[in-house]
């Protein structure tokens, strides 16, 4: 019974690259959330999606920000032109359907540093 | 939009002694609150929830209690131990599901 996954785990890169997050969702789970950890702070929503839908991307800033839960495959969040502000741990978290949609399930993160 | 405040932001206690985190929310129609614990470097998890139509809820040693007219939510640790430091994050859901989340309690139990 796997967990939520994301890959990497650990991503560097320089400024002005293309940051790409993956995130398999729990089996059975059809809700994906993405969330931005600063050091020393809480989570921050970025955005909600379902399979090929953007539900809510209202934490999501404006530009360079993107993300997509294709029919198949893992939810991706990328960022382009990375910039030493997007350093940060992602999460992504799954939830299931129905009345229990609200529980969300966290996946162990990718730490992303810009250098 | 909504928004979570969460207090103490640092909190020392003894082992076996109680802790308490205290959290309030701003918007009315919030009907989730779960709570999560995230050790160092990992990921966070979710320890107990409660929804609004529930004042109370227990699990062994953590429960949450919930106020809707005054619109805070706490979490109380009873019989602290050493594996319970850790931080510990409030949230509210709502619309669409999405969590806003506290900006977290650093809990530190001495042994």
């Known amino acids: 019974n796997a967990g939520v996954m994301q890959n990497p785990r650990h991503l560097v890169r320089r400024r002005g690259q293309e940051a790409r997050l993956r995130c398999s969702p729990m089996?059975?789970?059809?809700?994906v959330y993405w969330y931005r950890q600063l050091p020393e702070e809480g989570l921050k929503f970025m955005v909600y999606l379902q399979k090929e839908n953007i539900i809510d991307e209202s934490g999501m800033p404006k530009e360079r920000f993107s993300a997509e839960f294709p029919k198949e495959g893992p939810s991706i969040l990328r960022i382009q032109q990375v910039v030493r502000g997007d350093s940060a741990a992602y999460f992504c978290?799954?939830?299931?359907?129905?009345?229990?949609?609200?529980?969300?399930?966290f996946g162990p993160g990718t730490r992303l540093t810009v250098t | 939009g909504e928004n979570v405040e969460q207090h103490p932001s640092t909190l020392s206690v003894q082992e076996g002694d109680s802790a308490v985190i205290k959290c309030t929310y701003s918007?009315?129609?919030?009907?989730?609150f779960p709570w999560y614990k995230q050790e160092l470097g990992k990921r966070p998890q979710l320890i107990i929830d409660i929804r609004s139509n529930v004042g109370e809820k227990k699990d062994q040693r953590i429960a949450v209690t919930l106020n809707k007219t005054a619109k805070h939510f706490s979490l109380h640790i009873t019989e602290t131990q050493p594996e319970d430091s850790a931080v510990y994050f409030c949230a509210a859901g709502g619309r669409y599901s999405t969590l806003t989340f506290g900006k977290g309690t650093m809990l530190l139990v001495s042994p």
């Open positions: 978290a799954s939830s299931p359907l129905g009345t229990e949609a609200y529980e969300q399930y």
């Open positions: 089996k059975g789970h059809s809700h």
């Open positions: 918007d009315s129609a919030s009907n989730y």
